[in-house]
């Protein structure tokens, strides 16, 4: 396992992160997944043995259970919680007031408090936004969640599914004020999907902040298990498939990537991971499972070794079409690079 600085700070987190929206299963987080607690224990236990030192979990999964079985897994295997980078999320529904949701100081405050005890810490490592709340100022936001790095109950923030402008706006202002400022964008991004190229990467390059991946398997069309033309019976694609993706070319690159995986001896789940792990703006990919095998595999796909010709057929097959002003700028900027 190797371990990335998260952005532009000097706190060190695992190039796998253990995800844990399937734990819990209330509400409509049962068909993502229902571990119980023996099951969530012996997930954490096994994802630390590898090396993960980067836990991430948001309050509204499963409307906290998540968080609950996550911090009752650390002290139920007696892990030293500061070897440990704990991050949460703030944003969704937890209740049906109409303060129940959002970024106001009233929601986050209060949310932050609720997630510190579900996940029995006196500190959250990482607290991230869920997403851009268009109704609350971002200056307010902002000043809450630097209030809270301030306290000491937050060590560090982080947004999630954020535009390049909105993160940039908020990037600007926390600087301009001398606030704490984002240090990571948690963001979906697959080797079936590569749209965080055209604005974000090289915003996130420009500006040290680090990349952590949701869905890293877009949603399982890449975990090896569909094929062309035919219907997903079982797994998530079965009943939760939220994430907008062109199949016809994520089967084109599974094709590349079958070939590759038997070849190599892994699986294609596990090269599309390992994908994502040799690109420079990653800082580290969300895993999470029903199964202890597959969270077993996907812990190896660390020990994927491309060649610089499987990296390029990968990157044509699943290259994105030119779109302005990406294609100008290209062509404009040949002269200027260094």
Not at 23 to 35: C, E, H, K, N
Not at 153 to 173: E, T
Not at 224 to 234: I, L, M
Not at 237 to 259: C, H, N, Q, W, Y
């Amino acid at each position: 396992m190797k371990y990335n600085l998260l952005g532009n700070t000097g706190m060190r987190v695992s190039e796998l992160c253990l995800g844990t929206m399937t734990y819990g299963g209330v509400g409509r987080f049962a068909p993502i997944g229902s571990l119980g607690q023996d099951a969530v224990d012996e997930q954490v236990r096994a994802a630390v043995d590898a090396g993960v030192n980067f836990i991430d979990t948001a309050n509204v999964y499963s409307f906290g259970v998540s968080e609950e079985l996550t911090g009752r897994a650390i002290r139920n295997l007696g892990l030293r919680r500061d070897d440990l980078v704990l991050a949460t999320k703030v944003f969704r529904p937890m209740g049906q007031g109409p303060n129940d949701e959002g970024l106001s100081r009233k929601h986050i405050f209060r949310e932050a408090e609720a997630s510190l005890k579900r996940l029995q810490t006196d500190y959250i490592d990482l607290y991230q936004i869920h997403a851009f709340d268009p109704l609350t100022p971002l200056e307010e936001t902002l000043d809450v969640m630097n209030d809270l790095v301030r306290s000491g109950k937050v060590r560090y923030i982080g947004a999630s599914n954020l535009a390049a402008w909105q993160l940039m706006k908020a990037l600007a202002h926390s600087s301009y004020h001398g606030l704490s400022r984002f240090v990571s964008l948690q963001a979906y991004y697959s080797v079936a999907s590569r749209e965080l190229e055209r604005e974000l990467i090289p915003l996130l390059l420009d500006q040290k902040v680090g990349l952590m991946i949701w869905s890293p398997l877009a949603g399982g069309l890449l975990s090896g298990k569909y094929k062309r033309g035919q219907a997903p019976d079982q797994g998530r694609l079965s009943g939760f498939d939220i994430i907008p993706v062109d199949k016809e070319k994520a089967f084109d690159i599974v094709d590349v990537l079958r070939t590759m995986a038997e070849a190599k001896g892994f699986s294609v789940a596990q090269l599309a991971l390992a994908w994502l792990l040799h690109q420079q703006a990653v800082s580290s990919v969300i895993i999470g499972a029903n199964k202890m095998e597959q969270l077993v595999a996907n812990l190896d796909s660390v020990n994927v070794v491309f060649t610089a010709e499987e990296l390029a057929r990968l990157d044509e097959v699943s290259r994105l079409s030119p779109e302005y002003p990406g294609w100008i700028l290209e062509r404009t900027a040949k002269d200027r690079i260094k």
